[in-house]
């Protein structure tokens, strides 16, 4: 079988590790493919991981009616990291010493990824993750790992180009989550923003349980700010900082992170037009065209779950995505006939233009970012339909 844009035939992954990083001999044929996924599917940052939860299983749930891949059927080991790096840590060590997976798909959140990505690479663990800080894919110190979604390098310039260049805003306000993700990609955005000739001026990091946001927004209006630049994977916090915008009658937008635009969000605002004026980094396979529709690979796959995936109160990139990594590694399983990871990860190192249904990926042994710029773009936040998104004003 093979996996093409309109169908995955394949899915799991490969390595049995010892947990001192020793590869153990290949095991029967017959033995399941265990792959395991970490992510945050409870907790104040589990939106995106929920989202990637029903692509994985149903990426999984298909492989497994048509056989498996060489026959074997995939067993996913899933666990609940509730997006706390340190519960990350302690399932990935369980994932890789007793369940033994053959290869990991996640964390699905930067901060938890930043603690356990050095431990896959000692195991010599095939990795996958959608995790967006730069540092985490690095060839050299970790070769296993592979990234399914677009940096931190190339969202920071997406969200400050569109900004600056599209909005005709310099002073800008950029607040961030207090995850590691949010601290880290607030430094990360404010150099992108300073680069473009934009002014940087309030940046700070918000707790995504914090129930008042407030001061918060004060000090960004008593600063000047034009537009509030967000980074944060909390749906609370968004709402939190949306509704606010709007109890202060101030007109300034918002962009950002995609989390803005999902269902979660939707939910919890206080009026419609509370969502109005908020613009999130998007994806190309995942925008309407004029004619109403998404390109005809991902509204194949779209059609064809009706009533198998929700996909109103999530995001439709988070989706496509866990399906694609889970045929990414069940391919590497396929061409590396079996389970051996260095195998698989040479796999890998050769892919070029993978025709995938969120993006079209490539890697190389000198290169593990998989998206090209091109397949980015921005998004309203609030167009949202079956989880995807109508193009920003003046983006195309």
């Known amino acids: 079988m093979t996996i093409t844009r309109r169908g995955f035939a ?4 490969g390595a049995l590790v010892a947990a001192q990083g020793l590869a153990r001999p290949a095991l029967a044929q017959g033995e399941p ?4 996924w970490l992510a945050a599917l409870t907790g104040p940052s589990s939106a995106p991981g929920i989202g990637f939860d029903r692509g994985v299983h149903y990426a999984v749930e298909a492989i497994n009616a048509a056989g498996g891949v060489k026959g074997r059927k995939i067993e996913l080991v899933v666990r609940d990291t509730q997006g706390d790096p340190t519960k990350a840590v302690n399932a990935v060590q369980d994932m890789i010493s007793r369940a033994r997976v053959h290869a990991v798909w996640g964390p699905t ?31 050299a110190k970790y070769p ?14 997406a969200v400050s ?5 599209n909005l005709g805003l310099k002073s800008l306000a950029v607040v961030g989550d207090t995850t590691g993700y949010g601290t880290t990609t607030v430094t990360s955005s404010t150099a992108a923003i300073a680069k473009r000739g934009g002014n940087v001026v309030y940046k700070g990091t918000i707790d995504p349980t914090q ?9 960004m209006r008593n600063a000047g700010a034009q537009a509030i630049v967000v980074w944060s994977v909390s749906p609370g916090l968004c709402a939190r900082l949306m509704n606010t915008r709007a109890t ?11 989390t803005m635009g999902s269902g979660e969000v939707g939910k919890l605002i206080a009026a419609p037009k509370n969502w109005e004026k908020t613009y999130i980094l998007g994806f190309r396979n995942c925008s309407f065209g004029a004619d109403g529709k998404l390109p005809a690979h991902v509204q194949s796959f779209v059609d064809g779950t009706k009533g198998k995936i929700q996909l109103d109160d999530t995001i439709l990139w988070w989706v496509l995505d866990g399906v694609d990594a889970i045929n990414l590694i069940a391919r590497a399983v396929q061409e590396a006939g079996g389970t051996d990871p260095a195998k698989m990860v040479a796999y890998w190192d050769t892919v070029t233009k993978y025709p995938g249904l969120y993006a079209t990926y490539s890697w190389s042994k000198t290169e593990h970012n998989g998206l090209p710029d091109s397949d980015i773009v921005m998004s309203e936040a609030n167009s949202q339909r079956l989880g995807a998104y109508k193009l920003a004003p003046g983006y195309t």
């Not at 959608?130 to 540092?135: G, H, L, R, T």
């Not at 180009?161 to 260049?165: E, H, Q, S, T, W």
Request: some cysteine.
């Open 10 to 13: 394949l899915g799991s992954a």
């Open 248 to 258: 202060m009658g101030w007109d300034v937008p918002l962009v950002g992170h995609p």
């Open 144 to 157: 296993n790992a592979f990234r399914m979604a677009p940096s931190n390098s190339q969202i920071d310039n």
């Open 211 to 219: 129930p008042d946001v407030t001061p918060d927004m004060l000090r």
């Open 161 to 165: 180009d569109y900004c600056i260049k």
């Open 109 to 139: 959140n930067s901060g938890e990824s930043l603690a356990t990505t050095p431990i896959m690479a000692r195991a010599k663990m095939p990795n996958v993750h959608p995790c967006f800080v730069d540092s985490l894919i690095d060839p």
């Open 33 to 36: 493919i265990r792959i395991g």
